[in-house]
């Protein structure tokens, strides 16, 4: 068995490691590095929705993070 862990397998409230720069259409903007807060997994295609550290909203895609220690 692998342990990996899977994106589902990710409890609410994880800390999780941006990998790359993202920009919002409102202009706002996560830089690598930065930690978010899970706060909802999407499915059908999988999308995290997660909080920055100003409670903002984001809508990432699993590609976007790494795990953090948690």
Known sequence: M???IRI?????GSKLKLI????SSWGW???EGEIVELIE?????VKLKVL???N????LDSHDIDLFDN
Do not use: T, V, Y
Not at 8 to 12: K, P, R, S, Y
């Open 41 to 45: 997994i999407q499915e059908q295609p």
């Open 20 to 23: 790359r720069d993202k920009r």
């Open 52 to 54: 920055d550290n100003n």
């Open 2 to 4: 692998s342990n990996k």
């Open 29 to 31: 903007q996560l830089l």
């Open 8 to 12: 589902h397998d990710l409890n609410i």
């Open 56 to 59: 903002r909203e984001w809508h």
